[in-house]
């Protein structure tokens, strides 16, 4: 059966999962949501007996049935390889009463990999089945995870070239460095003197602008985009909640269909959508614990049944979450509307006005299946010690965020369900934090040396991905003003208007 896609905010128009790929966004700035939901078509028991690959076809060809088995199986083959570091893709790890699923054994080591390694795939497919002959240019504004991942998933994929840009003074030195040597015919990676709102904005502005487009058409070039809206990047998202479903299954942790819970550090509510489109098709899920750090929105929404991001913008230890306008929200509200697209797009105008909505009763009712808290910086940071003094395991400090969470629901509830917690980044790539959060002073080293540290006290090895870019040349060095982002783009693409 053939599965089309339409916009959160109008169903008239109807595209298949090639189109919105290639879209991203749909043309009413909403978001692209599959018509109805798939169901899984094998048995729990037959799941737990696939490996990850298996897996993620099972599960993708239910959302993209455009695709055939052939090229599906060829995207998820070419991106699920040896640039992970373990067979197993995602392994779980069982410390201090709950299983982590580590999502962070790709190539830029933060859970961004485990879609942005299959996007180039999917969309260059996606390019093919549509006749599409123009090389396709990806824009990525980033404030530091997104932007490697996007890089190491494009570089030197036939058909696209990308362009990240980040704000010059705005980022770790770790996540600028990993992005900065970053090689590849076709990728190009800009600094700008502004900050990540900016380079958001005006990346924006280029995407939309229809005079670029046509010259960029004339040149044979079209712009595209790597962004968590994308469908591209959530669909890929559902296959590890499956496949920690299965494991735990064989594991004999649980039994077929047996309910688990599932606990997401959360930004801007893609890797938690994710879980609840899992739940969706099938898999046994029972409640879905939403974690935030101190920029609480979420939270406070799940609580109240408003949304409000007018408040303080506040920089944490879990910078990948410190955000305001969640903006995979917008598939959940149109969800809990009963699919009503005036609804939802009534919604969206008033956040986008006023910076605040409310929903009715009737669809927080709806909301049972979620629960939301915070942990604060130091809650985090002590989760952080308590962990490895209990279990040796040492965890990130978004996955601390999700863990000291967890803890919270369980001590309020005392649920006993057994509990899945997602681990999003490695603790190398946050290693200051982390190391600080073990009571190491590492004011007198580099975050290379607090890796080697690291790596001394948790007899864990230095990941790949931080040997890599400890000696690695740099390779851009460009950094322009903010407004010369454009011109930027074009002397990438050769493109010559004077
Ligand atoms: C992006 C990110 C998150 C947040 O994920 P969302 O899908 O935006 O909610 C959490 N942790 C890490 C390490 C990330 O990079």
């Given amino acids: 059966m053939q599965l089309f896609y339409t916009s959160t905010r109008s169903s008239e128009d109807r595209v298949t999962s090639a189109q919105a790929i290639l879209a991203g966004l749909a043309p009413d700035g909403g978001l692209y949501v599959p018509e109805q939901f798939p169901k899984l078509d094998v048995s729990l028991e037959e799941l737990s007996g696939f490996d990850y690959r298996e897996t993620a076809w099972r599960i993708m060809k239910l959302?993209?049935?455009?695709?055939?088995?052939?090229?599906?199986?060829?995207c998820i083959r070419s991106a699920y390889d040896e640039k992970f570091d373990t067979q197993q893709i995602v392994p779980l790890h069982k410390a201090d009463g709950a299983w982590y699923l580590e999502l962070y054994h790709g190539a830029t080591i933060a859970f961004k990999d485990m879609a942005l390694s299959i996007l180039p795939y999917l969309m260059t497919t996606a390019a093919k089945k549509c006749g599409l002959t123009k090389e396709i240019v990806i824009l990525t504004a980033t404030s530091g995870d997104t932007g490697k991942a996007a890089l190491a998933g494009f570089a030197d994929v036939p058909g696209t070239r990308i362009a990240v840009f980040y704000p010059k003074h705005g980022v770790s030195p770790i996540?600028?460095?990993?992005?900065?040597?970053?090689?590849?015919?076709?990728?190009?990676?800009?600094?700008?003197?502004?900050?990540?709102?900016?380079?958001?904005?005006?990346?924006?502005?280029?995407?939309?602008?229809?005079?670029?487009?046509?010259?960029?058409d004339a040149h044979g070039f079209q712009f595209s985009s790597a962004n968590s809206i994308n469908i591209g990047r959530l669909v890929p998202q559902i296959v590890y909640y499956a496949y920690a479903?299965?494991?735990?299954?064989?594991?004999?942790?649980?039994?077929?269909?047996?309910?688990?819970?599932?606990?997401?550090?959360?930004?801007?509510?893609?890797?938690?959508?994710?879980?609840?489109?899992?739940?969706?098709?099938?898999?046994?899920?029972?409640?879905?614990?939403?974690?935030?750090?101190?920029?609480?929105?979420?939270?406070?929404?799940?609580?109240?049944?408003?949304?409000?991001?007018?408040?303080?913008?506040?920089l944490t230890s879990s910078p990948s979450m410190d955000i305001l306008i969640s903006s995979n929200l917008e598939r959940l509200i149109y969800q809990i509307t009963g699919r009503d697209t005036k609804k939802c797009t009534e919604l969206m105008r008033q956040l986008s006005k006023d910076g605040v909505y409310r929903i009715d009763p009737e669809m927080k009712e709806q909301l049972s299946c979620f629960y939301g808290n915070f942990a604060s910086m130091e809650e985090t940071a002590k989760q952080i010690r308590r962990v490895f003094e209990a279990a040796g395991y040492v965890i990130d400090t978004h996955t601390a965020v999700g863990s000291c969470v967890y803890g919270k629901y369980a001590d309020e509830t005392g649920d006993q369900t057994p509990a899945v917690i997602a681990s999003t980044?490695?603790?190398?790539k946050f290693t200051r934090s982390v190391m600080e959060a073990l009571g190491e002073d590492g004011s007198d080293a580099d975050d290379f040396v607090l890796a080697d540290?690291?790596?001394a006290l948790s007899g864990t090895r230095v990941p790949q991905a931080v040997e890599n870019i400890r000696t690695a040349p740099v390779l851009h060095d460009t950094v322009v003003k903010k407004e010369k982002m454009q011109e930027a783009v074009l002397s990438f693409l050769g493109i010559n208007i004077f």
């Fill in 425 to 428: 980044a490695s603790p190398y």
């Fill in 245 to 314: 479903y299965g494991r735990l299954c064989r594991e004999g942790a649980i039994s077929p269909g047996e309910e688990i819970n599932i606990t997401v550090p959360t930004g801007n509510f893609g890797n938690i959508l994710a879980a609840f489109y899992a739940k969706q098709i099938g898999i046994p899920v029972r409640k879905l614990i939403c974690a935030s750090n101190e920029n609480k929105v979420l939270y406070d929404f799940f609580k109240t049944g408003i949304y409000d991001r007018n408040r303080e913008f506040i």
């Fill in 175 to 216: 996540q600028e460095k990993q992005m900065v040597t970053q090689a590849g015919k076709n990728v190009t990676v800009i600094g700008i003197e502004g900050n990540f709102d900016d380079a958001q904005s005006n990346v924006k502005k280029m995407l939309t602008d229809p005079q670029l487009r046509s010259l960029l």
């Fill in 63 to 74: 959302f993209l049935t455009d695709f055939t088995e052939e090229e599906l199986r060829g």
């Fill in 453 to 455: 540290r690291l790596s």
